[in-house]
């Protein structure tokens, strides 16, 4: 008869085990959902992103070098309305031809957020360059005119995505 209980005893043993091993189981998922949840409070207590001094002393530098391309715009305006082709496009190639690169750097250091309309006005601006340097190509005085005013008008769209730390700096504001 004792052989008999042993397998009754053994088995309600294993479903006293199994059972503490469900509640342990149970005890340690709710201790990684809380863990978890408390990990992904929604960002309420980050700080907002900002850019690092590292970054911003770049896009500073690079900004300087835009800047000066876009205060030569008055040179250039004379340069249209004067119909002068060799020297819009010595303008456009010479001075004025690194402000797609420097606007590329500064694109990658802006903050995630900001850089699709940073990209979209860059590229804005690089096609207006291209339009005006190929309406002095073909000397289309009309097409010069209309080219000059989208190139103008990028210039101060773009600048307006520079930081307000950097604008404040190059006394842009």
């Not at 009754?8 to 201790?31: E, G, K, N, W």
């Not at 207590?45 to 911003?56: G, H, N």
């Not at 190139?151 to 101060?156: N, P, Q, R, Y």
């Amino acid at each position: 008869m004792a052989s008999a209980r042993i397998p009754a005893v053994i088995s309600a043993a294993t479903a006293a085990l199994a059972q503490q091993l469900r509640r342990f189981v149970v005890i340690a998922l709710a201790a990684v959902l809380c863990l978890g949840l408390t990990a992904c409070d929604g960002g309420q207590s980050k700080k907002a992103p900002t850019i690092s001094p590292e970054d911003m002393a770049l896009i500073e530098r690079q900004a300087e070098g835009f800047l000066a391309a876009r205060n030569r715009l008055p040179e250039l305006a004379a340069l249209v309305n004067e119909r002068n082709w060799v020297f819009t496009a010595n303008l456009i190639h010479g001075p004025m031809q690194e402000v797609g690169r420097e606007m590329s750097y500064i694109n990658q250091r802006l903050l995630p957020a900001d850089r699709p309309e940073a990209e979209q006005r860059a590229a804005a601006l690089k096609t207006a360059l291209a339009q005006l340097d190929e309406a002095a190509r073909l000397q289309d005085g009309d097409k010069l005119r209309k080219a000059y005013i989208k190139v103008a008008s990028g210039f101060g769209l773009y600048a307006q995505v520079l930081p307000a730390q950097v604008q404040e700096d190059l006394k842009q504001v």
